[in-house]
């Protein structure tokens, strides 16, 4: 079975610094991986999503994930953190439920952003 | 855009009350589903759906029922409403595939009081 592990549920960073935010997923076959962020009292969005390909992917709002199949990560980055990211962000991997397609999330992380 | 919309934001019902969620999408998708969002757990998947009237458990069905009559609709049903039950609750449809995303919904924040 597939799953992910997003370590740390609270990350804290001041503005301006750099957002590393963890995601190791465990697969038998090759993953397909997703970021999403989800601001209070909204839904989920996209941020970014691995399915082959270039490993470094490009998401929305500056953020980038790289996929490391050696070490079963797909760790989102941004280089420079806005008040605006504070947000809480989630690590999904797309798996086969009876013969479908559904996301496994992992259990979130909240990005503090400090002045 | 996709568009995924709850009816309701926030809702106040009585324990032992039956409840619908209702979640609609306008993009013609395939797959809809039911998570549950609860702190410190992440998102749970409730129950899904590949088409009309067909429907498939995730990992904690117990406490509900769904249904799709139409391929746009899908909703969740609490037969008999508990504490246990307030919880935020998502609905999000997508493509067939495993290298579609889902589109989610703004989300019914449901206490049960």
């Known amino acids: 079975a597939q799953s992910v592990t997003q370590l740390g549920s609270h990350v804290s960073v001041s503005e301006g610094a750099l957002v590393l935010l963890r995601c190791n997923y465990s697969?038998?076959?090759?993953?397909?991986l997703f970021w999403y962020v989800q601001y209070p009292n909204q839904g989920l969005q996209l941020l970014l999503k691995?399915?082959?390909?270039?490993?470094l992917v490009k998401g929305i709002n500056g953020f980038e994930a790289e996929f490391k199949k050696s070490e079963t990560s797909f760790h989102l980055t941004k280089p420079s953190a806005h008040m605006s990211d504070a947000a809480e962000y989630f690590c999904?991997?797309?798996?086969?439920?009876?013969?479908?397609?559904?996301?496994?999330f992992g259990k979130g992380t909240m990005l503090l952003v400090s002045p | 855009d996709v568009k995924v919309t709850q009816s309701s934001r926030y809702l106040v019902k009585r324990t032992g009350e039956k409840v619908f969620l209702e979640c609609v999408q306008d993009?013609?998708?395939?797959?809809m589903f039911w998570y549950r969002q609860d702190p410190g757990l992440g998102l749970r998947l409730i129950y899904f759906?590949?088409?009309?009237?067909?429907?498939e458990k995730g990992d904690i069905p117990e406490g509900y029922s769904v249904s799709r009559e139409k391929k746009e609709r899908f909703s969740l049903i609490l037969e008999s409403a508990s504490t246990n039950q307030t919880s935020m609750y998502l609905c999000?449809?997508?493509?067939?595939?495993?290298?579609?995303?889902?589109?989610f919904g703004q989300g019914t924040r449901l206490t049960v009081v």
């Open positions: 999000a449809s997508s493509l067939t595939g495993v290298r579609s995303e889902a589109f």
């Open positions: 697969s038998s076959v090759p993953p397909y």
């Open positions: 691995y399915t082959t390909g270039a490993t």
């Open positions: 999904a991997v797309s798996l086969l439920n009876s013969g479908y397609s559904t996301l496994t």
């Open positions: 993009m013609d998708h395939e797959n």
């Open positions: 759906s590949y088409d009309v009237k067909m429907k």
